[in-house]
């Protein structure tokens, strides 16, 4: 039982490529979140998923896109890297009235 | 708009003492509250989570409140020691069937000296 898993833990990235920011859980949660962290700012929303099929924008969606086909994996795609998408990103699961479960982090540096 | 504030953002106490964290948040009406630890570099961590219809919880030295017609929470952490430093940060669950949302405050940096 490995939680919830992130990877890769560190990339960078020039500006205008693109990449894709895998989490897995094995934790059969219904809800999964995608979150970003920047230095004294706490954990934005980015997009969250009830389900799989299911999925809607959080508090700052824009340059971002997700899916989730299955219930296990929650993949967050960065389609035109900027450098404000430099960040610590967090991917999260989660069941009904139970408590939260992170990943890492993915360290994220757009140049 | 549900608006989640810590208060302090930092604190330094030295070890032994007792503590409180603030959460505060702007729209009561919130399915349940967690609290969660983050040490440098690493993930979140649960602390404790209260449902709405529960007034504390508690685990070990950590003791967490919420009253929700005020739109507070606080974490209480007793004989504090040098491991308990992280940053603590508080988030408040809106449940709404497909609108299941977990909004973070920004957090408390707490430094226990030896």
């Known amino acids: 039982n490995a939680g919830v898993t992130q990877t890769p833990k560190f990339r960078i990235l020039k500006i205008g490529q693109s990449m894709t920011l895998q989490c897995t859980q094995d934790?059969?949660?219904?809800?999964m979140y995608w979150y970003r962290q920047d230095p004294g700012m706490g954990l934005k929303l980015i997009y969250y998923s009830v389900g799989a099929g299911i999925t809607d924008k959080g508090e700052v969606p824009n340059g971002y896109n997700v899916s989730r086909s299955t219930t296990e994996d929650f993949p967050l795609r960065l389609e035109l890297a900027a450098p404000s998408q430099t960040s610590v990103y967090f991917c999260?699961?989660?069941?009904?009235?139970?408590?939260?479960?992170f990943g890492q982090g993915t360290r994220l540096t757009v140049v | 708009k549900q608006e989640v504030t810590q208060i302090p953002a930092a604190l330094s106490v030295p070890e032994g003492e007792n503590l409180v964290l603030n959460c505060s948040f702007t729209?009561?009406?919130?399915?349940?509250l967690q609290w969660f630890r983050q040490d440098p570099g690493k993930g979140l961590t649960s602390l404790l989570l209260?449902?709405?219809?529960?007034r504390e919880q508690t685990s070990g030295r950590l003791n967490a409140s919420l009253d929700k017609s005020s739109g507070r929470s606080t974490l209480y952490i007793a004989a504090s020691q040098p491991g308990d430093s992280a940053t603590y940060l508080c988030a408040v669950e809106k449940y709404g069937g497909a609108t299941n949302k977990l909004i973070f405050g920004t957090g408390t940096l707490l430094a226990v000296q030896p």
């Open positions: 934790m059969n949660h219904n809800y």
């Open positions: 999260a699961g989660q069941s009904l009235n139970t408590e939260a479960f």
């Open positions: 729209d009561s009406a919130i399915y349940n």
């Open positions: 209260i449902q709405s219809s529960q």
